[in-house]
């Protein structure tokens, strides 16, 4: 029992880092928690229901998803469905938590050996300086250990002139060369707020009173073939870069993202204070999915 408390411990010390420093390089995230404070949808940001959160990973031989994944898989998450993007040369598995209150994960990985020769060349001139799986050598029991890693650069700064190759050929890939593991999004449950802003359709009015602007491919509002899984998200934030020789660029951090998950037809005769994740869509999808990447890309941030 000890033992696994203490991994608990050490998981909540991991995401408290994560969402402390995305906080910072996303202000959308402090416009929209107060905004739901000063209408009196929550009356602290701490009661907000996190649904997921997301990470992109380049898929080498010592990176990847298969590294990446050692981390929650130590502290208790399981892995799940798989994915498959074959226009954005894309792989994603998603991880259900330790306990109902922690977010889920959904990890994507881009499938280098894709991509043409050029761009694969860019690519692995970085990723070989990580000459072994980091994730190895990381004592996954020391939080802040892990913390620290998560944001620290895994290979050299790129240069503008690689970023803007990349992003010719795969934005995802531009924007893993520069971003790595910082956290891609957070994710705000609304179907547990109250009415009038527990349906996704209802949360993106009240974001757009608030000047956020949303990601439109696909349709604001991307709908499970099922009914059962709504997902909106915002248009990535731009950072100002820091690019090597100091050369400075304006390129897509991270952004958020909303979802509703209806109750399962099995439990739809369960009062709504009974109600708890396991009784609601689980998962992802992948078409909501692929119109979601497209939150960073310049289709969006461009608009
Ligand atoms: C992930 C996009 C997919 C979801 O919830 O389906 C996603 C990304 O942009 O890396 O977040
Ligand atoms: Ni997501």
Do not use: C
Request: hydrophobic share 35%.
């Amino acid at each position: 029992m000890e033992a696994k408390s203490d991994k608990l411990a050490t998981l909540d010390i991991v995401l408290d880092g994560l969402m402390r420093r995305y906080k910072e390089r996303v202000p959308d995230v402090g416009t929209i928690l107060n905004a739901m404070v000063s209408t009196g949808m929550i009356n602290h940001a701490d009661e907000i229901e996190n649904d997921h959160i997301a990470f992109r990973t380049m898929g080498v031989p010592q990176l990847g998803v298969q590294s990446f994944e050692k981390i929650f898989l130590h502290y208790g998450y399981e892995k799940r469905d798989h994915y498959f993007f074959e226009g954005k040369k894309l792989d994603a598995w998603w991880y259900s938590p330790p306990r109902e209150s922690d977010p889920r994960i959904f990890v994507s990985e881009l499938r280098v050996n894709d991509l043409s020769k050029e761009a694969q060349r860019i690519i692995r001139s970085y990723t070989d300086e990580v000459t072994s799986d980091p994730a190895d050598s990381l004592v996954l029991d020391n939080g802040l250990e892990v913390d620290a890693f998560l944001h620290k650069p895994l290979w050299r700064t790129p240069t503008v002139s690689d970023y803007q190759a990349l992003l010719k050929e795969s934005e995802y890939a531009a924007w893993v060369i520069y971003n790595r593991y910082y956290l891609n999004h957070f994710t705000i449950s609304v179907h547990n707020l109250p009415e009038g802003y527990n349906t996704v359709a209802d949360f993106n009015t009240f974001l757009e009173k608030n000047g956020i602007r949303l990601n439109t491919s696909g349709g604001k509002i991307k709908e499970s073939p099922d009914g059962g899984l709504l997902q909106s998200s915002t248009v990535a934030e731009m950072i100002d870069a820091e690019f090597a020789g100091g050369e400075k660029l304006s390129i897509s951090g991270s952004y958020v993202e909303f979802a509703e998950r209806k109750v399962l037809p099995h439990f739809k005769n369960i009062p709504q204070q009974e109600l708890h994740r396991r009784h609601r869509r689980d998962g992802f999808e992948a078409g909501n999915a692929d119109k979601i990447f497209e939150s960073t890309y310049t289709t969006q941030t461009g608009k």
